[in-house]
């Protein structure tokens, strides 16, 4: 069988990729669906391997009716303090496994800084926490970083639908200086 190079598409530099149809075509399109990263230099079976990892982790539904929104409308006290107070009450103290096999806790101090923003998106995620950590998968990891209290951090993953609109959160993971434990430090949009 002789190799027909019209089957096997090659873009500017030289690099095999797909003509606009079939398997290869889906998986790229799925991978963006599913904010799964790649760039030009990602071989399609990486990729794959990427996005049939991705698809085992279904997207968390957000909702603004949840448990957290409902302290909030009920109290006389500050936005702030009843999320921090929310996330301590639940949080702090526990240790959570993450889905490469990492134990990450949430601390009293990790509960003020999960606690800053407030909008009502942040509130749905933090009212469902554990489904966001449950389904977030590690992307990265990023060493010898000048923070203030970390030494390095881990990046997880997952998708999340609010309001009907589809996006990807980071769930931001550091290694403690003092402590050298993991700890779960905030909850950032994937861009």
Do not use: C
């Not at 749905?124 to 209290?149: G, P």
Request: glycine share 6%; hydrophobic share 30%; net charge neutral.
């Amino acid at each position: 069988m002789q190799f027909e190079e019209s089957k096997h598409p090659r873009d500017g530099d030289g690099k095999f990729t797909y003509k606009g149809g079939g398997e290869a075509k889906h998986i790229f399109e799925l991978a963006d669906e599913l904010g799964v990263s790649y760039d030009r230099n990602t071989s399609y079976q990486v990729l794959k391997a990427r996005v049939e990892e991705a698809q085992k982790y279904e997207v968390v539904e957000l909702s603004d009716d949840n448990e957290l929104a409902r302290l909030i409308a009920s109290s006389d006290e500050n936005k702030n303090r009843v999320i921090r107070d929310y996330i301590a009450k639940n949080f702090a103290g526990r240790t959570f496994e993450l889905s490469d096999g990492i134990r990450a806790k949430v601390s009293k101090p990790d509960a003020s800084k999960l606690s800053s923003a407030t909008d009502d998106k942040r509130v749905a995620e933090l009212s469902d926490f554990e489904s966001l950590i449950k389904r977030a998968r590690f992307e990265k990891q990023v060493d010898e970083v000048e923070h203030n209290k970390f030494i390095s951090f881990r990046y997880y993953s997952t998708n999340i639908r609010y309001k009907g609109e589809k996006s990807g959160i980071w769930l931001n993971v550091g290694k403690h200086k003092y402590d050298n434990q993991w700890h779960i430090y905030a909850i950032t949009s994937k861009k």
